[in-house]
């Protein structure tokens, strides 16, 4: 593999950790000093849902920012020995860690980023099992009342600012993408914050670094203060895409689907670089919600852009896009090939018309409330091998359902990739069987086996075997 297409992270450390592990104490960094009882024991009785189990993997995953694994069975099993505890103390709480990787710390002491980041996770762990699961306020077999929930989310981590013009660019792409791919998306961050506008990625290596790391040199010479690098994950991914050093802003969404939500809830512009499995997830997602009738109104600038290198990905994405969902889904958005001063001039343009939208409907700025997402798209979507067989993919629905379905089939791969679960599954019933019209599989087959070619779905070094059987 050469080292114009050899995977890159964006990462300085190395990608296999050694051994070394520290034990500490750590004082609470951010707002979230104090626990009830009540929170304290739900963290720690295991008949809670499994809810230390879920804070210890998340913590974990913070605790390993920098060294990518892109496989969250290997990193609970490589760190087996890893605890975490809430001490309850007079004057708040702290968080004995044993085992944690030794990259976490500088001298003996956490890097203040990771400890925010360590405290982000208890913050989102809990209020999402006190606050939003089985609560009856919170009807999540509804959409409004799944958007509501997202909402309360995201305020209680102080993600939604009120009295502040329109300017989250949410930028999507690989975690496993070459060096000159991470470098160009260094140079769009840069363009986006020279012209004053904050990124959110979904936190982690390669494409949702970079364009973090550009803005940063970005907004410094514009003396931009207050900047956001917000980073939206959920538990199931974050062990594969740790939160990089750059986010100041982590939000940890329950599942998938809520994270996909929060995204399109909060940002107002997407950027796509590119990236594999993951990342036609998320195309699909929101196309799947842009081609709803009652959104096609409703402007959302929508750009996918790359090196010059990177022109071949891109055809194939637009080429499947157009063959699955049709010519309506291929008009909702641009395509920007080896531009970064373009592409950051027709975000800034697009981003206006959202502000001028939302003005003029009297719409918040800082929650997309307007837009329609339909039970498909939040539905938290369990990636078994039966739900993979029986997932609908043929052309007799409309094609935002159809989206609905081909998302599915992208989310139960990168499961099958990188996610404890997945992995576990497919070790334990073999591949994941993928059914459906000739007219919609040839597609899908051959994007993925395009992406397998250009090692899009593993980090470097690391042998792929497909989680997958196309039928």
């Given at each position: ?150 909402f309360h989310m995201l ?61 940063t040199i970005g907004h ?247 989680c997958y059987r196309i039928?």
């Open positions: 593999m050469n080292q114009a297409t050899r995977p890159y992270t964006g990462s300085t450390h190395d990608s296999h950790p050694t051994s070394d592990t520290i034990d500490a104490v750590v004082s609470p960094v951010g707002p979230l000093k104090v626990l009830s009882k009540v929170e304290m024991a739900k963290l720690l009785d295991a008949s809670q849902s499994g809810l230390y189990t879920l804070f210890r993997s998340c913590s974990l995953a913070v605790l390993n920012s920098g060294n990518y694994l892109d496989d969250g069975k290997e990193l609970l099993e490589r760190y087996r020995d890893f605890s975490i505890q809430v001490v309850q103390e007079e004057r708040g709480i702290k968080l004995d860690v044993k085992g944690a990787p030794a990259s976490a710390f500088v001298d003996g002491k956490m890097i203040r980023g990771i400890t925010e980041h360590l405290f982000a996770v208890l913050r989102d762990v809990l209020y999402a099992s006190a606050e939003i699961q089985s609560n009856p306020k919170f009807d999540l077999n509804t959409q409004e009342g799944t958007t509501d929930a997202v305020r209680n981590a102080d993600t939604l600012h009120s009295g502040v013009d329109p300017k989250l660019v949410v930028c999507w792409g690989g975690h496993s993408i070459s060096r000159e791919e991470y470098d160009y998306t260094k140079d769009v961050g840069y363009q986006l914050g020279l012209r004053g506008l904050d990124i959110c990625t979904g936190c982690g290596p390669g494409a949702m670094k970079g364009p973090m790391k550009g803005a410094a010479k514009q003396r931009i203060q207050g900047n956001r690098y917000l980073g939206i994950t959920e538990p199931g991914i974050i062990a594969a895409e740790a939160p990089n050093p750059i986010v100041n802003e982590l939000v940890i969404l329950p599942d998938i689907e809520k994270r996909l939500e929060a995204f399109v809830r909060t940002g107002h512009g997407i950027i796509v670089f590119p990236g594999g499995a993951g990342t036609a997830e998320e195309i699909l997602y929101l196309l799947g919600i842009l081609l709803h009738p009652e959104n096609r109104d409703i402007p959302f600038p929508l750009i996918f852009t790359g090196p010059a290198d990177s022109a071949a990905y891109f055809e194939r994405i637009h080429e499947f896009i157009g063959l699955t969902l049709g010519e309506e889904a291929q008009q909702r958005y641009q395509i920007i090939v080896d531009d970064p001063i373009q592409v950051a001039r027709e975000m800034l343009e697009g981003v206006r018309h959202v502000r001028e939208f939302r003005k003029h409907t009297d719409d918040a700025y800082y929650y997309n409330w307007q837009l329609k997402i339909a039970p498909g798209f939040q539905r938290p979507f369990a990636p078994t091998h039966a739900n993979m067989r029986s997932l609908e993919l043929h052309k007799n629905q409309a094609s935002h359902e159809l989206a609905a379905n081909l998302r599915r089939v992208f989310s139960g791969i990168v499961a099958g990739n990188v996610k404890d679960e997945g992995i576990r599954a497919i070790e334990e019933h073999g591949l994941f069987e993928i059914h459906g019209d000739p007219e919609i599989m040839k597609p899908v087959d051959e994007l993925l086996s395009s992406f397998v070619a250009q090692s899009r779905m593993k980090l470097p070094g690391r042998a792929y075997k497909p039928i």
